[in-house]
């Protein structure tokens, strides 16, 4: 199994350009996250997914929009890309708390830089 | 929202030593508090959760420990080793899933 997948992990944009990042698992894992991570800030949760076509905000969701059309996959998109969203973005997944596993299993993140 | 102080920022210890990180929550609905461990140019794993129900935990050479009353838990690293350099990272939640994160520790052990 491969776990959880990021594309790209690595990207560079000009400000006012828009991208998409996509996060897959292959763990059947019914929750899904996207994070973004700054020095000294920790792990901020962006948006989040408790299952199939459902979407829910986080702690700093403005400026990103995100889209979970098939279980597996969870996509991040930036409309309008601005220097403050330099960072990297990790996703994660889970199975939401069968027998007390509540582990969040992270992908290998993405460094996007917003010149 | 749930808001979780993490301190010290960073940490140096002599090989063998023993580590100390120490958080705090806000929200006393918060029932779920793991921890995760991030090597340099890695992702997040976890190495180890405590629910509001348990007092302490342990797991070889690492143990947490909550106080409901305080608002606060902590994570201990025994017998420091090398391989324990990393950022270390407590979160909170009140419905399993939904983490806020404190701000890290940067763990360092001097050999």
């Known amino acids: 199994n491969a776990g959880v997948t990021q594309t790209p992990k690595f990207r560079v944009l000009k400000t006012g350009q828009s991208m998409t990042l996509l996060c897959a698992q292959d763990m059947n894992h019914e929750y899904m996250y996207w994070y973004r991570q700054d020095p000294g800030m920790g792990l901020r949760l962006i948006h989040y997914s408790v299952g199939e076509g459902t979407t829910a905000k986080g702690e700093v969701p403005d400026g990103y929009n995100v889209s979970r059309l098939k279980k597996q996959n969870f996509l991040l998109g930036l409309e309008s890309a601005a220097p403050s969203q330099t960072s990297v973005y990790f996703c994660?997944?889970?199975?939401?708390?069968?027998?007390?596993?509540?582990?969040?299993?992270f992908g290998p993140g993405t460094r996007l830089t917003v010149l | 929202g749930e808001n979780v102080e993490q301190h010290p920022s960073t940490l140096s210890v002599q090989e063998g030593d023993s580590a100390v990180i120490k958080c705090t929550y806000s929200d006393s609905a918060s029932n779920y508090f793991p921890w995760y461990k991030q090597e340099l140019g890695k992702r997040p794993q976890l190495i180890i959760d405590i629910r509001s129900n348990v007092g302490e935990k342990k797991d070889q050479r690492i143990a947490v420990t909550l106080n409901k009353t305080a608002k606060h838990f902590s994570l201990h690293i025994t017998e420091t080793q090398p391989e324990d350099s990393a950022v270390y990272f407590c979160?909170?939640?009140?419905?399993?899933?939904?983490?806020?994160f404190g701000a890290g520790t940067t763990v360092t052990v001097r050999a």
């Open positions: 979160a909170a939640s009140y419905n399993d899933y939904k983490l806020s």
């Open positions: 994660a997944s889970s199975y939401p708390g069968l027998a007390g596993d509540n582990e969040q299993f």
